[in-house]
């Protein structure tokens, strides 16, 4: 089993709705949970970040982890077009910013 | 003004080639990385150097040696290209390599051995 799984799409929806998007993981020691947004030809850049379990909203997106089901969720309000991109989540156990583990990736397309 | 650059992006060469990517960061990070990105898109992690020293090494070929001539330098030359070694590979940065830092990608650079 991966340490982290992430459901490779893709995903496509249509603009304004409210898109899921979703990653498990194995390592119980996990405490810091990430996100990262890549557009096509381009690196990932952080989107959101949370320490342990709980919510986070940052403007359209929000964060959950959920700690006791390892499993960890972002919510896009109000997608828009240029949402499109492949959303990967990361995550680490805090020993070391170089042990952070990255999710494959879900491809998300959102339709005008 | 770009955060983490790297050069080239886009890369074309043949089997048994050596190549390098150069990498340059300008937010005064002390750590920097490289990773590779496979075609299905796993970002696994190469190399990290802290303040110019190697503090991981994850199980890379050693056809592939990372080179910081200062800290804000981290360059990936690669021997003996093989075709396995198509991909993408980011350089990437943070604060330091503790916990909790966010890390910074550079755009990528695409390799692809003919």
């Known amino acids: 089993q991966k340490e982290v799984e992430q459901d490779p799409g893709p995903l496509s929806v249509p603009e304004g709705a409210i898109v899921s998007l979703n990653c498990t993981y194995s390592n119980s020691a996990f405490q810091y949970f990430m996100w990262y947004r890549q557009y096509s030809r381009k690196g990932p850049e952080l989107l959101m970040y949370?320490?342990?379990?709980g919510n986070k909203e940052d403007g359209r997106f929000t964060a959950q982890v959920d700690k006791s089901s390892k499993y960890i969720s972002l919510f896009i309000r109000d997608s828009q077009p240029s949402d499109s991109a492949t959303y990967l989540c990361?995550?680490?156990?805090?020993?070391?910013?170089?042990?952070?583990?990255f999710g494959s990736g879900t491809r998300l397309s959102i339709r005008p | 003004d770009t955060a983490v650059s790297q050069t080239p992006k886009y890369l074309v060469t043949q089997m048994g080639n050596d190549k390098s990517i150069k990498c340059e960061q300008n937010?005064?990070?002390?750590?920097m990385y490289w990773y590779k990105q496979d075609s299905k898109k796993f970002l696994k992690i190469m190399f990290s150097?802290?303040?110019?020293?190697?503090?991981i090494n994850e199980t890379v070929p050693n056809r592939f040696s990372p080179k910081s001539p200062d800290k804000a330098h981290l360059n990936l030359h690669i021997n003996s290209l093989e075709l396995g070694d198509s991909a993408v590979y980011f350089c990437?940065?943070?604060?330091?390599?503790?916990?909790?830092?966010?890390?910074?990608f550079g755009e990528g650079s695409w390799l692809t051995v003919v």
């Open positions: 990437a940065s943070s604060q330091d390599s503790g916990s909790g830092n966010t890390i910074y």
């Open positions: 937010l005064g990070h002390d750590t």
């Open positions: 150097y802290n303040n110019k020293e190697l503090i």
């Open positions: 990361a995550m680490s156990d805090g020993s070391s910013a170089s042990k952070i583990i």
């Open positions: 949370t320490y342990s379990s």
